[in-house]
């Protein structure tokens, strides 16, 4: 077994030993021991610097496509979803990525533990190749521009509710005085890793059984 491989099954069993939810919600730093934090970001770095894919946005942009599933993250956005109003639980978080047309989403299933209600939070954003004075480009690092939140309510009671579908569009929130950046520091057919650029890590899986793909990938700027 090769070392890049050796590195990817001990952050893989690491994210395993996290105590896991049955809604399938990411995990954050702040949930675990420090220790196993600790731990998960050393083997990160690891595995970043033995990325088989160091020009993502070149030469492996098949790989980016499609759906990915959030599972741990470091950073503020994903820790604030942690507590939510209403009694709400977070559930799965998808990003949904489209390279052709430089379109990405971010959706956050949410439900009421009883049931009671049932939707998810999407974001719809643009990315581009970041522009850098670098000699050469890293290829890696793109510039994020978000466009439109949607607050959606799937069920009630176990009623559909498409009239709720959503019931709210509001433009998105962008960084004031800077543009969001986030580098792809690994990428193979089944991982994916991200550093924002406040430092924030994201590990995402990929997804083959998104539901809902067709329709939703549909809006990704409605």
Known sequence: MNNQLLIKEKLQASLENIPTKSNGSPITDLQIDKTLAEEIEQLTTELESVNPNLNPLLYATSLLEGAWQLQYSTAR???SLVSLPLGLKLGKVYQ??????????????????LG???GYVKVTASFEPAKEDLEPPSNKRINVYFDKRYLSIEK????????????KVVPANNPNNRTATLDITYLDETLRIGRGGDG??????????FPDFTSLAKTYST
Request: aromatic share 8%; net charge positive.
């Open 77 to 79: 956005e994903i820790r």
């Open 96 to 113: 949904v990525i489209d390279v052709a047309n430089k379109l990405f989403f971010n959706l956050a299933k949410v439900k009421h533990p």
């Open 116 to 118: 009671l209600v049932s």
């Open 156 to 167: 009630i009671v176990g009623i559909n509710t498409p009239q709720l579908n959503p019931f």
């Open 200 to 209: 924030s890590l994201f590990i995402l899986s990929k997804c083959n059984d």
